[in-house]
């Protein structure tokens, strides 16, 4: 069974530019989450679907991302317009059972923006 | 809030040592707790977890048992590897927080033969 996949694996960008980064969850998992890691600090949640279904988004930054989930299959994160503080390691994790906690996550994307 | 604390890295044992990774949290509730390692080049991967008081998890020779009366979950292994060189973060998951996962900031393991 495939595991959780992200797309890309490294984007670099300029600032002020546009990038959307892309979650394959593990088939099945309606749960999916987002996370980032900004400079070597701490894994940081940005938002929680469940299937299509925004159920937690608290951990957005602002409103210049994002997220969609059409269908609940796979999701989209887009920056626009990304800013330099925005540079990190954004990871896609998905779970089957959202009362067991055990997410599975994918290689993370990341993102460099200049 | 939750919130996890975590020693700061990184930690450089040689092959054979003993590791201990100290990890303390703050939380309302009766939350689960969780090691997640990162091996270079690669995502997070569960490593061992508990979900109540007293409870021992445990994977790979690697221990971490939760302490409601510390509010710690420390990672423990009697005899490191140089393929245990990652970095590993201590996590929380509270279910009045939607089972998302609070981290701490991780911590880098370097082992050496």
């Known amino acids: 069974e495939a595991g959780v996949t992200q797309f890309p694996s490294h984007s670099v960008i300029e600032k002020g530019q546009t990038v959307t980064l892309r979650c394959d969850p593990i088939?099945?998992?309606?749960?999916l989450y987002w996370y980032r890691r900004v400079m070597g600090k701490e894994i940081k949640f940005l938002l929680h679907?469940?299937?299509?279904?925004?159920?937690?988004e608290s951990g957005m930054p602002n409103n210049r991302f994002l997220a969609e989930r059409t269908g609940g299959t796979y999701s989209t994160l887009k920056v626009q317009p990304a800013e330099l503080e925005d540079s990190g390691v954004y990871f896609c994790?998905?779970?089957?059972?959202?009362?067991?906690?055990?997410?599975?996550f994918g290689p993370g994307t990341r993102l460099t923006v200049l | 809030g939750n919130s996890v604390t975590q020693m700061e890295g990184p930690v450089t044992l040689s092959e054979e040592a003993f590791l201990t990774i100290n990890c303390t949290y703050t939380?309302?509730?009766?939350?689960?707790l969780f090691w997640y390692v990162q091996y270079p080049g690669e995502g997070l991967q569960l490593l061992l977890k508990?979900?109540?008081?007293?409870d021992k998890g445990s994977n790979k020779g690697f221990e971490a048992t939760y302490r409601k009366e510390t509010t710690s979950f420390h990672l423990e292994k009697g005899s490191v590897q140089v393929s245990d060189s990652a970095v590993y973060f201590c996590?929380?998951?509270?279910?009045?927080?939607?089972?998302?996962?609070?981290f701490g900031g991780g911590t880098r393991l370097m082992v050496k033969p």
């Open positions: 994790a998905s779970s089957q059972d959202r009362r067991r906690g055990e997410q599975f």
């Open positions: 088939s099945g998992h309606d749960n």
């Open positions: 679907f469940v299937k299509e279904s925004k159920q937690d």
């Open positions: 939380a309302t509730g009766y939350p689960s």
């Open positions: 508990a979900t109540k008081a007293d």
């Open positions: 996590a929380l998951s509270a279910h009045n927080a939607g089972n998302m996962l609070t």
